[in-house]
């Protein structure tokens, strides 16, 4: 079993900066990466980038490369989304999620944290 919990939500500025946590317990061992993801208002899931958790590579969706970057922190047992020159459709609930080695599949999901940015 994997726990993970989201922070660094909030309200910002269309231009402005945040950067998201997500803090992984539990059965790491078991997880090939972690993966960001967000919902906005009346849309579907999207996927946002995803980091392997061992060597580190990365991988980032079109919508946000380029402004997004993910990163972890293997001693915290964190990954990070720094996002930059934020736009009011950039508002959503954002989500991290750990794909299991097992099936390959997001298996394991946190709470989730509102992100809203103001024009």
């Known amino acids: 079993q994997v726990h993970l919990v989201e922070s660094g939500g909030g309200l910002v500025q269309a231009g402005g900066s945040l950067r998201l946590s997500c803090a992984a317990s539990?059965?790491?061992?078991?997880?090939?990466?972690l993966g960001w993801f967000r919902q906005g208002p009346g849309k579907e899931r999207e996927f946002l980038a995803r980091?392997?958790?061992?060597?580190?590579?990365?991988y980032y969706a079109e919508s946000v490369k380029g402004r997004f970057t993910i990163s972890r922190d293997i001693a915290k047992n964190t990954v990070y989304l720094q996002m930059n020159s934020l736009k009011p459709e950039d508002t959503a609930v954002y989500s991290c999620?750990?794909?299991?080695?097992?099936?390959?599949?997001?298996?394991?999901w946190g709470q989730g944290t509102q992100v809203t940015v103001s024009s």
């Open positions: 980091i392997w958790w061992s060597g580190g590579s990365t």
């Open positions: 999620a750990a794909e299991e080695k097992l099936t390959g599949n997001y298996r394991y």
């Open positions: 539990g059965s790491t061992f078991s997880i090939n990466g």
